[in-house]
């Protein structure tokens, strides 16, 4: 693209619906990308802080990925199969069942449901609420599942529900997160208490669905006795456990799921984002086989099943998660980052992290003031976006393959970020 076409931008606000958000505070025209960089048509370099909102957890344009999809596409492999058998679709489930399932002792079918998350979690509330024969899904305060009209009424943000029009965002009960009314509430005895009484106006639920750290409601990170406690108030109660790891799954959270230090054993669990590997559009529902009741045809889509994503996917899975040795190096940057986020609180009176693995942030306490950090740390060449029910965390996302050395320099711009706008803030109280 020529520079000077490179960084017009009038095309998008001529033409582009006003639903577009990310690239209202940056407006870069990014013209290519590698690894943990972006560039734009002007040559201006950027640490990528936000990979996709967790999409490109293995970074941009990851080279065995991009090889292997160029050799399928020059192969004339299968581009568009519905649902159809291919021997790509086969090596994917193969190596997910060899490299994932299996050393984790779980069993699953895996549903293909379209290209993005929301259509995982519309699958599986539709799916529970048939194999309980109930209506009700219980869903968590600052939760977030997705756009699509079942899975908005799950998600708790009121700006995102506003988009329903004054549309029916029904049978749903939420209920309050771990730690959402104080610490000193126990939010698990009060969920069971309200379903145990038969006068409490809810009504017996086909499902709980939660996001083990809540990606968009502002990185409060479960803790393994609160996601025990909704599973066994799930059984208690008859209703199927379903997981969001949509977000914090495929190693975000320092492990492929985000629940698996807690041993919990979900009925369904949602996948989307970085299940591809390379961005392009995937999501599945895994499902444990008693509970997979569908008729053919009963629910489909035209994208079920992205074969290009297939590929990458397959290779994914096959070069991060063959043995443990990505995830020890998750951990030894989960302890960096973490490092990291304390010298950017320190900056900010009252400033607190929350989140775990490589899924952190810093809660300064307020949205403009997020915003302000984030918009200087884009000025100076950082792309990161905020958290939260307003906007008040500045959240980390960058691909878990950042180098350290690339990490260093992306934390420094951030603290330069948070020195200018705390800085200038004192100015102008003064």
């Known amino acids: 693209m020529p520079k000077d076409m490179a960084q017009n931008t009038t095309i998008f606000t001529r033409r582009e619906s006003e639903a577009r958000s990310y690239c209202r505070g940056m407006n870069a025209v990014f013209t290519r990308a590698s690894g943990s960089e972006m560039f734009d048509g002007e040559g201006n370099r950027y640490i990528d802080f936000l990979a996709g909102c967790s999409s490109l957890n293995y970074g941009h344009n990851d080279p065995d990925m991009k090889q292997a999809l160029i050799e399928h596409i020059t192969a004339d492999g299968i581009a568009h199969g519905l649902d159809f058998h291919s021997e790509t679709k086969a090596a994917f489930l193969e190596a997910y069942e060899e490299k994932i ?210 590929v990458t996917a397959r290779v994914a899975i096959e070069k991060f998660w063959s043995d443990d040795t990505f995830e020890k190096a998750l951990a030894e940057k989960a302890v960096l980052l973490t490092t990291a986020l304390k010298d950017v609180a320190d900056l900010v009176d009252g400033a607190t992290l929350k989140g775990r693995g490589l899924m952190q942030g810093v809660d300064v306490g307020s949205g403009e003031l997020a915003g302000a950090i984030c918009a200087r740390a884009y000025e100076l060449g950082l792309v990161i976006e905020t958290s939260g029910a307003n906007d008040e965390i500045v959240k980390y996302l960058a691909p878990l393959t950042t180098p350290e050395k690339v990490m260093r320099e992306g934390f420094d711009i951030l603290l330069q970020a948070t020195r200018d706008v705390t800085g200038n803030m004192k100015l102008a109280a003064e």
Not at 242 to 248: L, R, T
Request: aromatic share 8%; proline share 5%.
């Open 101 to 310: 399932l299996k050393p984790r002792g779980m069993d699953y079918k895996v549903m293909m449901t379209g290209p993005t998350g929301t259509n995982a979690v519309e699958a599986a509330i539709k799916l529970a609420r048939k194999v309980t024969g109930r209506t009700n899904v219980i869903s968590f305060t600052n939760g977030f599942h997705g756009m699509t009209m079942g899975a908005l009424a799950l998600t708790g943000n009121k700006g995102k529900r506003g988009g329903a029009g004054g549309g029916s965002l029904a049978d749903v009960t939420h209920m309050p997160f771990e730690g959402a009314l104080g610490e000193n509430v126990d939010t698990l005895e009060m969920i069971d208490a309200m379903l145990s009484n038969p006068s409490s106006g809810i009504d017996a639920p086909a499902a709980f669905i939660f996001e083990p750290i809540q990606g968009e409601g502002g990185l409060n990170a479960a803790s393994d006795a609160w996601m025990q406690g909704i599973e066994k108030i799930a059984r208690k109660h008859g209703a199927l456990l379903i997981v969001d790891d949509i977000q914090a799954g495929c190693g975000r959270s320092g492990s492929f799921f985000s629940f698996e230090a807690s041993g919990i054993k979900p009925d369904m669990i949602t996948q989307a984002k970085s299940l591809s590997g390379f961005g392009l559009p995937f999501a599945a529902l895994l499902i444990a086989p008693e509970h997979d009741i569908w008729k053919p045809a009963e629910h489909n889509g035209t994208f079920r099943g992205n074969t290009h994503a297939f």
